[in-house]
């Protein structure tokens, strides 16, 4: 497969997947009732990004919902 068709090198689709994995990460949490809060080094590690990305995430949510 040529680096042009693979997906998985597309920065939209690499973003898509980590928005999955997080909320997923946060609903898991949830539901199971996880006892510890969740910490942005654990989530980013997960996701497999960048451990500034829950501050990113929180920044891109307060400024999309800002009256």
């Given at each position: 497969?040529?680096?042009?068709?693979?997906?998985?090198?597309?920065?939209?689709?690499?973003?898509?997947?980590?928005?999955?994995?997080?909320?997923?990460?946060?609903?898991?949490?949830?539901?199971?009732?996880?006892?510890n809060d969740l910490q942005p080094s654990e989530i980013s590690e997960k996701v497999g990004s960048s451990?500034?990305?829950?501050?990113?995430?929180?920044?891109?949510?307060?400024?999309?919902?800002?009256?």
């Amino acid at each position: 497969m040529q680096h042009s068709q693979d997906i998985t090198c597309d920065t939209v689709w690499l973003r898509e997947q980590t928005d999955r994995l997080l909320a997923f990460e946060v609903l898991y949490k949830e539901v199971t009732g996880y006892p510890n809060d969740l910490q942005p080094s654990e989530i980013s590690e997960k996701v497999g990004s960048s451990p500034t990305m829950t501050h990113d995430v929180l920044q891109s949510f307060i400024a999309k919902f800002k009256y």
